[in-house]
Nanobody, 121 residues
């Protein structure tokens, strides 16, 4: 059974930093793209960053470039999101995601339970 477990959320003042981690278990993720999404109250879930499990490519939402860095530790089966210079508008529940595009179409996708990040002004 696949599990994605996030940790590292919390309350931080504007300008501060947090590091989120996602521990992945239950299968081999070598072909998956691992990502972080977030959902603020009353808003849709939107993309934050993603990394190919091999680490060869990373992707960021434009508004997070330069402030957020995604990385992965293959040995520990974890994906991390380093968030710097946090702003109140970064307040949201952050979700870890694992996604595989299947050869014949469709996706194999998993979500974590989410971790709350609150940035005070």
């Amino acid at each position: 059974q696949v599990h994605l477990v996030e940790s590292g959320g919390g309350l931080v003042q504007a300008g501060g930093s947090l590091r989120l981690s996602c521990a992945a278990s239950g299968r081999t993720f070598s072909s998956y793209t691992m990502g972080w999404f977030r959902q603020a109250p009353g808003k849709e879930r939107d993309f934050v960053a993603a990394i190919v499990w091999t680490g060869s490519s990373t992707y960021y939402a434009d508004s997070r470039k330069g402030r957020f860095t995604i990385s992965r530790d293959v040995a520990k089966n974890t994906v991390s999101l380093q968030m710097n210079n946090l702003k109140p508008e970064d307040t949201a529940v952050y979700y870890c995601n694992a996604r595989l595009i299947l050869p014949l179409g469709g996706t194999d996708e998993y979500w974590g339970q989410g971790t709350q990040v609150t940035v005070s002004s």
